[in-house]
T-cell receptor, first 113, second 111 residues
Framework: DQQVKQNSPSLSVQEGRISILNCDYTNSMFDYFLWYKKYPAEGPTFLISISSIKDKNEDGRFTVFLNKSAKHLSLHIVPSQPGDSAVYFCAAPSEGGSEKLVFGKGTKLTVNP | DVKVTQSSRYLVKRTGEKVFLECVQDMDHENMFWYRQDPGLGLRLIYFSYDVKMKEKGDIPEGYSVSREKKERFSLILESASTNQTSMYLC??????????FGPGTRLTVT
């Protein structure tokens, strides 16, 4: 049973517009969420995180929103740039400890010039 | 510039062979991880290590073992490779908590 779900395998947006990547989770005990970005032929890189005590965390063009009642988080990229084209994974630490992440399957974002 | 390096980008092995995947980090990180990535399944944790000679099983440890004799080096071992272990293998490290930096990955094909 997948605890972290990214239901959209792909997303395509125009340069300059907003990209919204969604993630749902099933375990209400999750207290911390992370987003990673992965370019082809490279390993993932940590992008941004949010603690469950917050509902928003912002870092430059990237903002993550958390809706605990809906068990939903989203990553907003504004404005989107072609260099943002990558696969984005959301993740949460499992009950096994903060080191043990459960990952979503990823969403491939394409930003068109 | 921080680095996690993996010994091979591509590897082809035969069923039944013993396979070693090596990972080295230069950040003096305590934690090191091995994940595999498969289409439609995301990243799944195989093992992680929080100190030299210390290890913990992840979600899918079956068929794998690990070795951490030095802080900077974490090895993944497939004792007898099988075709269902064909995958992309990613090593990662962190000073504490979840992975911060990943290596570029090793694409292993078992024939």
């Amino acid at each position: 049973d997948q605890q972290v779900k990214q239901n959209s395998p792909s997303l395509s947006v125009q340069e300059g517009r907003i990209s919204i990547l969604n993630c749902d989770y099933t375990n209400s005990m999750f207290d911390y969420f992370l987003w990673y970005k992965k370019y082809p032929a490279e390993g993932p890189t940590f992008l941004i995180s949010i603690s469950s005590i917050k509902d928003k965390n912002e870092d430059g063009r990237f903002t993550v929103f958390l809706n605990k009642s809906a068990k939903h988080l989203s990553l907003h990229i504004v404005p989107s740039q072609p260099g943002d084209s990558a696969v984005y994974f959301c993740a949460a630490p499992s009950e096994g400890g903060s080191e043990k992440l459960v990952f979503g399957k990823g969403t491939k974002l394409t930003v068109n010039p | 510039d921080v680095k996690v390096t993996q010994s091979s980008r591509y590897l082809v092995k035969r069923t039944g062979e013993k396979v070693f995947l090596e990972c080295v980090q230069d950040m003096d990180h305590e934690n090191m991880f091995w994940y595999r990535q498969d289409p439609g399944l995301g990243l799944r944790l195989i093992y992680f290590s929080y100190d030299v000679k210390m290890k913990e099983k992840g979600d899918i440890p079956e068929g794998y073992s690990v070795s951490r004799e030095k802080k900077e080096r974490f090895s993944l071992i497939l004792e007898s490779a099988s075709t269902n272990q064909t995958s992309m293998y990613l090593c990662a490290s962190s000073s504490t908590g979840p992975p911060q930096y990943f290596g570029p990955g090793t694409r292993l094909t078992v024939t």
